[in-house]
């Protein structure tokens, strides 16, 4: 068997890369592992080792792709709308996010992940570019020329802390499969969402 090319070597570690991607979604990054991806994809484990080092150098390439994909994501909302469509554009964008890559998070295994450098700093970073989005194209653009009282990079990490956490125990509660005492479809949360951020922003 002759030598793979540079094309078909980077087709390779892409497999490996989208079904560590998928088993992560479906069993969670902890209890996945390295035999497992591999048989899914049937090859062996020193074809694995070829490419990575380690289940963790996966998930760095992972998080990049993650990050590149919610640049992409907020370089498609059109700015030149009126921000509270931004808003909205931003709540959904960020809450099918959560729903597809937050799939199978607990608070242990946040935890876990919390004591990895690296993923700490990814965190960080992603979030500081929406936080950063939010606040010029939606907060400043809202209420910022008239608000002399508040400091509107406290206010926008606020609102986006407030969000996440938001998504987070909807994921979290799906999963447990919690009742909640409202009857709101996930479109109505939304919309309510963005007028009570909007209104209050006003």
């Known amino acids: 068997m002759g030598k793979l090319s540079v094309e078909e070597k980077e087709a390779k570690k892409d497999k490996i890369i989208e079904k560590s991607m998928e088993l992560f979604r479906e069993k969670g990054y902890h209890t996945t592992k390295v035999e497992e991806i591999t048989k899914a994809l049937g090859i062996s484990k020193g074809n694995f080792y070829t490419y990575f080092n380690s289940k963790e150098e996966v998930l760095y390439e992972i998080l990049d792709i993650i990050k590149s994909e919610k640049i992409r994501m907020l370089e498609e ?58 606040k010029k194209n939606i907060v400043e653009r809202i209420g910022g020329s008239k608000n002399k009282v508040y400091d509107l990079r406290f206010i926008t990490e606020f609102i986006f802390i407030s969000m996440d956490g938001f998504f987070l125990d909807e994921r979290l509660t799906e999963k447990l499969e919690i009742k909640r005492k409202y009857e709101l479809t996930m479109e109505n949360r939304i919309d309510q969402i963005t007028e009570f951020i909007y209104n209050a922003l006003k």
């Open 77 to 134: 909302i059109d700015t030149n709308k009126a921000p509270k469509e931004i808003l909205k554009d931003f709540i959904e964008d960020y809450k099918q996010y959560v729903f597809k890559y937050l799939k199978k998070v607990t608070l242990q295994n946040m935890d876990n992940f919390l004591k990895d450098e690296r993923v700490v700093n990814y965190v960080v970073e992603i979030q500081d570019i929406l936080i950063e989005f939010l």
